[in-house]
T-cell receptor
Framework: EAGVAQSPRYKIIEKRQSVAFWCNPI?????LYWYQQILGQGPKLLIQ????????DSQLPKDRFSAERLKGVDSTLKIQPAKLEDSAVYLC???????????FGSGTQLSVL | GIQVEQSPPDLILQEGANSTLRCNFS?????LQWFHQNPWGQLINLFY???GTKQNGRLSATTVATERYSLLYISSSQTTDSGVYFC????????????FGTGTRLLVSP
């Protein structure tokens, strides 16, 4: 069974530029999550989708971050414009349904210079 | 919001030793999951354990939800067990989202 796919694996941009990350969850998983992990810390939830609807985006900096899951399958997370403090690993995860076991992708390591 | 504290923060073991990692949480939860983040950054789900005890090979976990803690046992540790161990809880808020703990960094030396 294929796991959670993410791309790109690494991205380096300058501050004020834009960047987008892509995630394809495990087939059949209804719930998709985007987490941000800053070096030395645990992952922090940015946004949670159930099918193509947003369940929770209370910790998403909406002035610069946006995410969509239009067809209830794959998802895109965008940052525009990026700031230095956005340097982190962006992790996508999925679960069969709300409150079930979580599976993570390999993450995208973002460096903002 | 809920606080999730893990101990110890760092642990160094000789290969073959046993260890116990602890996760304390400040409020009632719907479920609890344990993860291992390997040195390459991949997070692997070890256990989904809202209560009771589960075992998977050399690893086992126990959650006592009424007392708000969970324990992860690693027996006969191997160098491949190195990395960071996170517990994550789903607070009883109705949103069913995971809040991660502070992590325990484990180094197993040969």
């Amino acid at each position: 069974e294929a796991g959670v796919a993410q791309s790109p694996r690494y991205k380096i941009i300058e501050k004020r530029q834009s960047v987008a990350f892509w995630c394809n969850p495990i087939s059949g998983h209804a719930t998709l999550y985007w987490y941000q992990q800053i070096l030395g810390q645990g992952p922090k939830l940015l946004i949670q989708f159930q099918n193509n609807g947003v369940v929770d985006d209370s910790q998403l900096p909406k002035d610069r971050f946006s995410a969509e899951r239009l067809k209830g399958v794959d998802s895109t997370l965008k940052i525009q414009p990026a700031k230095l403090e956005d340097s982190a690993v962006y992790l996508c995860a999925s679960s069969p349904d709300l409150g079930e076991k979580l599976f993570f992708g390999s993450g995208t390591q973002l460096s903002v210079l | 919001g809920i606080q999730v504290e893990q101990s110890p923060p760092d642990l160094i073991l000789q290969e073959g030793a046993n260890s116990t990692l602890r996760c304390n949480f400040s409020d009632s939860v719907n479920n609890l999951q344990w993860f291992h983040q390997n040195p390459w950054g991949q997070l692997i789900n070890l256990f989904y354990i809202p209560s009771g005890t589960k075992q998977n090979g050399r690893l086992s976990a126990t959650t006592v939800a009424t007392e708000r803690y969970s324990l992860l046992y690693i027996s006969s540790s191997q160098t491949t067990d190195s990395g960071v161990y996170f517990c994550a809880v789903d607070p009883n808020t109705g949103f069913q989202k995971l809040v991660f703990g502070t992590g325990t960094r484990l180094l197993v030396s040969p």
